[in-house]
Every structure is written in C-alpha cells, then in structure tokens.
C-alpha cells in the first residue's frame, strides 16, 4: 500500500514538474515575441507598452530605474492584487501562483531583450518583419501556454474575475482591459516626455492586438500532438526513447 501511494506521489510530482517545465518554454517563446515586437520600433504589445514606458522614463530619472521585465514584475503583482480586491472571498488562493508566473515572464522578458540587443531595425522592412516574427512567435506561445492548463497570466487573470463579477463575456472584458493599459501607456507617455512616443505605442501594437488572437485561433487545431507531450510522465530510463516515440506518434 505505501509503495502504491509511494508510487502514485513520484507520478504527481513528475506530472506537475514536466507540465510547468513546458510551461516555461512557453512563456518563453511568449517573451521572445515581447521582445521582438519591441526592437522593431513600431509599437510594443499591449502588456509591456506601460512597463516600457516607465522603463524608458527611469532612464530619465523620473521613476525608478527599473528594466521592462522589471516593471512587468510590477505590474503583474498589481493585476493579482485587483484580482483580490474584486473577488474578495472568491478569490483562490492557488491563483496566487500568477505571481510566480508572473515574475518569471518579467525575468524572461529582460532576458530575452538581453539575447536581442544586437537586433537593429533602421529599415522599414526590418521593422515590419521583426514585428511580424515577434507578434507571430507571441501567439505560437500563447497558444501553447493556454495548453499547458496551469493558472492564467495575471494580465487574463483581472480580465476574468472582472468577467465573473460584472457577468460579461472574457472577450469584451480583455479588450477593455487591454484598452486600459494601452491608454495608461499613452497617458505616461505624455506624464514623463511631453508627447507620444511611437517606438512604444505605434502601429504594431494595434496590429499586436488583432494579429496575435489570429495566430492563437490558427495554431490551436493543430497542436493536439502537445497535449499528448503534456500527459506523458518523464522518466529517467525511458525519457529520451519515449518522447521521441511519443511526438512521432
């Protein structure tokens, strides 16, 4: 019986450690795209247009001299904490792992502008391209990460327990909610500079907003080969073969 139960804890334990290590490439992929979109100069995507902002302001000295990623953190601990005041009881505690994910998903941002610093966009062409494969590589990880079934990003997360108390639909709530942050963006824009500053919200970040949902709907139907990846149970002897077998499949 012990070795049953044993047995069945080590299964959890590997389920749950390979599901958020797909996780992570996930979120990974998410903020290349990020990162991507904000090297093409054209307008960042909606969730790191107001840490962008403020990134750039602290270069200033107006704010904190926090990095994109940085604010990301911020304001991810923030969306959790409304996520809080709104639900009140409702709110379930397992969803404060959104602040977990959402560190990681600020870390990986700076690391990835980290690993893209040696992009240059001076060109027209470079900027759509890069935005293109940014807001494309985006939608690839989102599509994945919504796979994945852990808990949301804390930016979904205020869009459905907003959702939930007004009883609207998710859809229409996140696009306020993304309206929202955008108009936070412009607003700190004009707050710390004085005027719009394209490079942060130009014409990629409504092409982001529109472009990105497109590529998650399209890439949805035919990633159930990653649901099979997410059920299989890693093991130290049968890893390597296993996988290979499964993915063939």
Same mark, same amino acid.
């Given at each position: 019986m012990n070795f049953v139960l044993a047995t069945t804890h080590k299964a959890k334990v590997l389920s749950f450690l390979w599901q958020h290590t797909l996780l992570l490439l996930s979120l990974n992929l998410m903020t290349l795209g990020v990162a991507l979109c904000v090297r093409s100069c054209m307008g960042s995507s909606v969730i790191s247009s107001l840490p962008f902002v403020l990134s750039l302001a602290g270069e200033t000295g107006a704010v904190p001299g926090l990095t994109i990623g940085g604010y990301t953190i911020m304001m991810n601990f923030i969306l959790v904490l409304c996520q809080i005041i709104v639900l009140r009881r409702s709110f379930d505690p397992m969803q404060l792992f959104q602040l977990v994910i959402g560190f990681i998903f600020g870390w990986l941002i700076d690391l990835n502008m980290y690993l893209t610093s040696a992009l240059s966009c001076t060109t027209l062409p470079s900027q759509l391209l890069t935005q293109l494969a940014g807001c494309s590589i985006m939608g690839v990880g989102i599509a994945f990460e919504i796979r994945c079934? $852990? #808990? @949301?990003? %804390?930016?979904?997360? &205020? $869009?459905?327990? &907003? $959702?939930? #108390? /007004?009883?609207? %639909?998710?859809?229409?709530?996140? &696009? @306020? #909610?993304? @309206? #929202?942050? /955008? &108009?936070?963006?412009?607003?700190?824009?004009?707050l710390f500079f004085g005027h719009w500053l394209w490079n942060v919200i130009g014409i990629g970040t409504i092409f982001a907003m529109v472009y990105v949902g497109l590529v998650v709907k399209t890439v949805s139907p035919h990633i159930a080969w990653f649901d099979r990846l997410l059920a299989y149970t890693p093991g130290f002897r049968r890893y390597i073969f296993g996988l290979a077998r499964l993915i063939k499949r």
């Amino acid at each position: 019986m012990n070795f049953v139960l044993a047995t069945t804890h080590k299964a959890k334990v590997l389920s749950f450690l390979w599901q958020h290590t797909l996780l992570l490439l996930s979120l990974n992929l998410m903020t290349l795209g990020v990162a991507l979109c904000v090297r093409s100069c054209m307008g960042s995507s909606v969730i790191s247009s107001l840490p962008f902002v403020l990134s750039l302001a602290g270069e200033t000295g107006a704010v904190p001299g926090l990095t994109i990623g940085g604010y990301t953190i911020m304001m991810n601990f923030i969306l959790v904490l409304c996520q809080i005041i709104v639900l009140r009881r409702s709110f379930d505690p397992m969803q404060l792992f959104q602040l977990v994910i959402g560190f990681i998903f600020g870390w990986l941002i700076d690391l990835n502008m980290y690993l893209t610093s040696a992009l240059s966009c001076t060109t027209l062409p470079s900027q759509l391209l890069t935005q293109l494969a940014g807001c494309s590589i985006m939608g690839v990880g989102i599509a994945f990460e919504i796979r994945c079934g $852990s #808990v @949301t990003m %804390p930016g979904e997360g &205020i $869009s459905i327990a &907003i $959702s939930q #108390v /007004v009883n609207r %639909p998710f859809a229409k709530v996140k &696009i @306020t #909610v993304d @309206t #929202v942050l /955008v &108009i936070l963006a412009a607003g700190a824009c004009y707050l710390f500079f004085g005027h719009w500053l394209w490079n942060v919200i130009g014409i990629g970040t409504i092409f982001a907003m529109v472009y990105v949902g497109l590529v998650v709907k399209t890439v949805s139907p035919h990633i159930a080969w990653f649901d099979r990846l997410l059920a299989y149970t890693p093991g130290f002897r049968r890893y390597i073969f296993g996988l290979a077998r499964l993915i063939k499949r």
